[in-house]
């Protein structure tokens, strides 16, 4: 009896359970895992094997160099996409940017070691006073706000230099311009396959689907789902400054080793609010995401395990 190929890939899309892998050769081939208990995302480098019948079957899944995650309905942690450096969060005029929500996408990836950009989609329409103010506290906490315009081609140079040196996810909620945006950054080599599998894989769960992209100008960028809400995976953030790095740098004065920043006496991060040192918003925002951290925690109840990162 024959034995099977077997060779390592680069998993480029994700559909359900269908999935579309690079082999060592480059060539893109349709694939689907072995068994359920596989958890496989975008930009994964995953075991292969192609059996008599040219059907390709993931195997497994080689370690991770970073994850994004997220928390779900049953405040259970998922991975998102992995084996990336760079999450830029794509805003817009419209649809209105939710501040608070560009911050957990901020947190989340501060906590899963990534770089975090804004990129700011649309730029031939002005933002509100409030929406400009809250991208300048993100700027001087050192997040680089790209100001592009998809439709016009304004700043798009600008923003491939600082994607070309990573693999990147867009993150953002519906309307924003992601997909003009990767039309007019990347290469396009995979619509046909990606049709197909997205075919394949209609009148099933698809909210995770995702994929991955060469850009023009060097590095590759992964798509990401449009949402109305997200929930940083409780098991990735930093427990004492839920990746807020303001209040990372004042958490360590507080006078209780455990302080939740909330109402504790002596607490540095809420004299630092008061001082000015740490913008209001942000720390209502901060506020915010700690009720949810603790929610998510007491619905999870006790012995949850966190998922392989």
Do not use: W
Request: aromatic fraction near 4%; charged fraction near 25%; charge should be positive.
């Amino acid at each position: 009896m024959q034995s099977p190929e077997r060779f390592d890939a680069d998993v480029i899309a994700t559909y359900g359970r269908h999935l579309l892998v690079r082999d060592p050769a480059g060539v893109l081939l349709k694939a689907r895992p072995f068994g359920r208990a596989l958890d496989i995302v975008c930009g994964d480098r995953v075991h292969c094997e192609r059996d008599v019948h040219a059907e390709v079957l993931v195997t497994g899944v080689l370690p991770r160099r970073s994850v994004l995650m997220r928390s779900n309905a049953r405040a259970r942690s998922e991975p998102l996409v992995a084996n990336l450096s760079l999450a830029a969060i794509v805003v817009a005029a419209l649809p209105r940017p939710d501040p608070f929500m560009i911050d957990r996408y901020l947190c989340a990836a501060v906590c899963a070691g990534l770089q975090a950009i804004i990129v700011v989609n649309k730029a031939d329409l002005p933002l509100r006073a409030e929406d400009e103010a809250s991208l300048a506290e993100l700027a001087t906490l050192g997040f680089g706000v790209y100001r592009v315009s998809a439709h016009e081609g304004r700043g798009l140079d600008t923003l491939a230099l600082a994607l070309a040196p990573h693999t990147s996810v867009l993150l953002g909620q519906s309307g924003v311009g992601k997909s003009s945006l990767i039309q007019k950054l990347t290469l396009d080599g995979t619509t046909a396959l990606t049709g197909e599998l997205m075919r394949e894989s209609e009148g099933r769960h698809t909210t995770t689907a995702s994929r991955l992209y060469t850009c023009t100008g060097g590095g590759s960028i992964i798509d990401s789902p449009g949402v109305r809400d997200y929930a940083p995976s409780v098991d990735q953030l930093q427990q004492a400054s839920l990746g807020f790095p303001e209040i990372e740098q004042h958490a360590a004065q507080c006078h209780f080793a455990d302080c939740r920043h909330l109402q504790e006496p002596r607490c540095a991060v809420i004299a630092a609010v008061a001082a000015g040192a740490i913008a209001p918003r942000r720390y209502e925002s901060y506020r915010r995401l700690r009720r949810l951290y603790e929610q998510l925690h007491e619905q999870r109840g006790p012995g949850a395990r966190a998922p392989r990162r």
